[in-house]
Structures are given as C-alpha cells and as structure tokens.
C-alpha cells in the first residue's frame, strides 16, 4: 500500500459506486460483486477522548466479569464494537472491515474467487442443480453444463441436502479435486474439477443479429473496461452497424471502470461530476473522444440499474448519444469511499460524496428516467437477464423494441 495520507497515514482508498442487494435466490458458490478504486488523502486524527470509555469498557470487563475467562479476548470485542459503530451511522452502504474481511472485499472488486464456478439452486425433484456455470472456470473446463443436476459429492448423496449444505461439501482446499456425480438427462456422469480460481466475466455478447450488435455488462468492476473494449471491437469488426447495451440488474461498480467505459463510446463531454467530503472542489470527469462509437446504440435499464450504471445511463442521455429504453433506474447518486483505519488493524467504508449527472441533476432516490419507458414481460421480469438473454428472449419485451428501434435508424 503507498504513502498516501498527511502525517503518514496509509490510504489505499476504493471509490464504491455499487447497490449492494441481494437479487437472486440462487446460492453462488463463487461469491457476490463489489466495487471500485481512486486515492485521495485522508487527514490523520488525533486520539480520540471518547477511547478512554472503550479502554475503560475492556478493563472493567477483564476485572470484575465473573466468566471473564470465557469471554471473547479484547481485540474480538473491539472489532465487534467497530462493526456496530460503523453500522449504527444508519447508512446502508457504510461499514468496517477487519483486515482478512477486506481482503475478501478487495477479491469481490477484482472478480476473483476461490471455487469451481458455479451458481447453484435446490429444485423440487431432489440433488442440487446448476443454474449457471461461469466461463472459463474450473466448472466449465472440467464440462459441467447449466441444468446439470449434482446428485453426489464425493460419492455422498445430496438429494434430500439443502443447497448450503451441499456447497460445503463442495468447497474445498484450492488445488483439490472434487468429485460430481451429475444427473444430465438419462445420463449419470462423474465429474472431476479442480477447485481453483475463479474470475466471473462482467461482459458478455451475442453475436449480431441483422446487423445489430448487443453487450451485457453484468457490473462496472474488475477488467469490465477491457472486456467492453475488446467485445465492442469483435462485435465492429464482424460488421455490427447497431448496437444494444445491457446494464438492466447492473449494481454499479467502479467510478474509473464506468468512466473509461463512457469514454469509449462518447463524444467529447462531460460524464459526471463528483463533489463532497473528500472530494473539493467538484471533480469532473471527461470523454476525450479519443475513440468514440459511431453507430447508432440503445441503453437497456431498469430498477436494479444502479449507482455506476446510472452514471453511464445519464452520460449517455444528457451528450444525446444513444437512446434509454426501459424503466426509472434504482436511484443511488452517493459514493463511498474505503480506507485503512489503523495499520493492520482494519478498514471503514463510508458515504462521502455525491456524483452529478453532465447536466448538474442530482439522482438519488430519484434515479434516471429512460427516453422510452417499456416495462418487462411479467414472466421474464422475474429472472435474472442472464437467464431471459439464454431461455426467453421472445418475452424480452425490452430487448425486442431496442432492436425494432434500431432497425428503423440503419434501415433495416
């Protein structure tokens, strides 16, 4: 970590621009997403009168608590009282971390986990099925399909296990191998995988349909401004004269991922404005226009596009570079920034800024509205766009009036 903070405090700091929420009822047995990155100096506090009460607290209860020797030592219950601290500040989005728990933070921002790649849920007929498998991980290299159903771990059935129950048999040391029995049609496999790294893609594509291109963006994190980059360009090269964006379910992300995203596609504007505790005066943040996209696009959003992918959304709006179709977005115009407390010791992530769209607008729970308001199809409505882009794209309602509006502006 560098020196980044007066008085010789380490600041390693993560701009978080991210709706954390649960939105499946999957159990993913890789791990959840979080969010960004930046530095700014942090001013070095003084000692604090009020730590007294706290030495005061420990000493008291080390001296006179009857079970004392049965108590937690002093270091758990000062992380205990760190965690409630922070959490009685009553903001949703601000917290601490003890140091290990930041290090799982800091993996959830880069998209890297431990595991075999896999989402996974516990159907009505028995065994655990795969919802999903992640590509390029040990699941998908080992030839574990989506609608696989595990009936076995290490040769212990799970038929009547819950799903939690199941993905501990799962998990394992990394580098070992666990063995599936897998249930795939009439077809009984075992299955060997590896368990190791697993980096989740946030980019995902379709191949261009009548000269209309389409990109997912699952969230603004780890290497999504590479891989937007580099699917952007297979999707040009292969001849896509239109394309559609996806950020519908996206929960934010990065601030410098969501920028350098902006920057790839728009003209030279402004993309956002951030201004608050840490940030003074307002920082703006432009396109340079070094590369731009010059077909016509459309920005697919929704109730679960937040934070990060409201930045995107209302860049795209207000420099009128593309058209939004869809519903109101979530709402979360705020940025919370991370930092070290104390050497070794752990972390706080606080709300300390707010973010502007280019026209100045403030959308905080208020969230961006899009150009053509079409709600979902009910039924597709109520899946994740992972699974309405594989199974039910003729009830992508959404999707479907993006592409009949792209047509109509390449003349299709």
Not at 338 to 353: A, C
Request: a negative charge.
């Amino acid at each position: 970590m560098e020196n980044n903070g007066k008085g010789g405090i380490k600041a390693w700091q993560v701009f978080v621009l991210m709706l954390l929420s649960a939105l499946l009822s999957a159990v993913v047995v890789v791990g959840a997403l979080s969010s960004g990155a930046g530095r700014f100096a942090i001013t070095e506090r003084g000692t604090d009168t009020d730590a007294t009460l706290i030495s005061r607290l420990l000493s008291e209860i080390k001296d006179y608590y009857y079970f004392s020797d049965k108590a937690p030592q002093p270091k758990e219950l000062l992380r205990t009282a760190a965690h409630e601290l922070v959490k009685k500040v009553g903001d949703p989005y601000s917290e601490y971390f003890t140091v290990d728990e930041f290090v799982d933070f800091q993996d959830n921002i880069n998209g890297n986990f431990k595991g075999i790649g896999v989402v996974v849920t516990k159907p009505e007929v028995g065994g655990i099925e795969v919802l999903r498998v992640y590509e390029g991980c040990p699941a998908d290299e080992a030839g574990v399909l989506d609608g696989d159903v595990i009936t076995k771990v290490n040769g212990v059935s799970v038929l009547d296990m819950d799903a939690d129950a199941a993905i501990d048999l799962i998990a394992g040391e990394d580098g070992s191998t666990v063995v599936l029995t897998i249930q795939r049609g009439t077809e009984l496999l075992s299955v060997p995988v590896a368990r190791g790294d697993v980096h989740v893609k946030r980019v995902y594509t379709e191949p261009a349909q009548d000269g209309i291109g389409y990109i997912r963006i699952d969230s603004f994190t780890g290497s999504a401004a590479e891989e937007f980059d580099e699917a952007l360009s297979e999707l040009l090269e292969g001849g896509a004269k239109a394309l559609v964006i996806d950020i519908r379910n996206n929960p934010g992300g990065e601030l410098n991922t969501v920028v350098s995203i902006c920057d790839r596609i728009l003209p030279e504007c402004t993309i956002t404005t951030i201004e608050g505790k840490l940030v003074d005066p307002p920082k703006v943040y432009k396109s340079t226009a070094e590369k731009s996209l010059d077909i016509p696009y459309a920005v697919l959003i929704n109730g679960d596009s937040a934070s990060a992918s409201e930045i995107f959304a209302s860049a795209v709006q207000d420099n009128k570079a593309g058209t939004l179709i869809g519903t109101n977005t979530f709402g979360k115009g705020i940025v919370q920034t991370t930092w070290e407390v104390l050497p070794g010791e752990g972390y706080i992530k606080l709300t300390t800024d707010v973010y502007l769209t280019p026209n100045g607008e403030m959308i905080h729970e208020k969230g961006v509205a899009p150009d053509i308001e079409l709600a979902q199809d009910p039924e597709a409505e109520q899946y994740d766009i992972y699974y309405v882009r594989r199974d039910m794209k003729d009830k992508d309602i959404q999707m479907n009036k993006a592409v009949e509006l792209l047509k109509q502006k390449i003349g299709g």
